[in-house]
């Protein structure tokens, strides 16, 4: 029984024109026992940036309450919104702090910068940052989400069909797993605005 | 691996929320491998006047973890002179679990925590169910241990939101019904508390199945 693979997750974000969506399944369960169906897994940072967590729920809440103390402390001090470049990094030391007794979550990270340009990425448990440019996954369904987003994603789409494409991606790779599922919500980010939507997918 | 010994899993917490209430049920036996060591076994935690709370797991961390939450939960209504909130009560919970987890001494404690909120009228009933990892959510019913694996879905299919406390109890018979025909543990008695914006209730559920 591996730990990250204990509540199961599906989370996904991709790159677009001028904007980036964000995903995630509504699961929490343990092992084969669904307990709740609208369990949170992304969280804003941010006007216009959001970080999803897959893996342990446990440290998906507590790593997040941590991100959520030190972007309060960030805007204080700074007096405007991090970057999301900034925000990777925050993450990636927090997350090496604990390099040898770590957090069991892998974050995605979605926005746009302050001079409108799309922005994703992601890190392993320990905090190993990756910018691919298009699209990037985590959870227990990654190997069906990579395959999904391999197929379906193409450069430069707008919000509307940057929305189509990262909910297929997501409903059909979470179909595929026991562990992730019942519902999803999608976060679509521009530069003035999340429209965020609830999807009812297969709720099993 | 994650450590929680199987022995936790044949303790049994049920809760189910209401319009304005939360019920709450548990058993009633204090095992020890093969033997009933005590057949009274109240494993629920008064916390203040509208909260309770249901512990199960390992035996010692229970009583340990549910009275140190208790008395906090009593300091902070002592030095601040109102009661804490039920969502602050069960972040507070999960704070100290998670605080623990990865200490020495982690506590091996899943908790089902019920209140209402007397100022938030029918909006102010909760049920949150926490597990010994320390993961929090809040949930219409839930329930710990083996029994869970028999009622959840017993709950998923007759359970509504804005039940009544007798829809509450008749689910309850349901539930409990379907343990003692299916769960090879024979559980005789359940501790049973209702909490509404008035307080606590403690139902005699033996006096309930009479009837």
Redesign the interface.
Known sequence: MSIMSYNGAAIVAMAGKDCVAIASDRRFGVQAQTVSMDFQKIFPMGERLMVGLAGLATDVQTVSERLRFKMNMYKLREERDIEPVTFMHMISNLLYEKRFGPYFCEPVIAGIDKHGKPFISSTDLIGCPMTPGNFVVAGTCSEQLYGMCEALYVPDLGPEDLFETISQSLLNAQDRDALAGWGAVVHVITKDQVITRTLKSRMD | ??PLRSTAKMDFTWGVKGKDFVLLASDKQATHSIIVVKSDQDKMYQLNDHQVLAVTGEAGDTVQFAEYIHKNVQLYQIRNGIPLSPNAAANFI?GEL?RY??SRTPYSVNCLLGGVDPQDGSAGAHLY?L?Y???????PF?AHGYG??FN?SILDRYYKPDLSVDDAKELLRKCLAELRKRFIIHLPTFSVRLVTKDGVQTIDWNAEMAA
Do not use: G, P, T, W
């Open positions: 691996d994650l999960r998670a987890l990865r169910y597990d990892l320390a993961s929090l959510n809040e949930v839930a869970a694996h959840l």
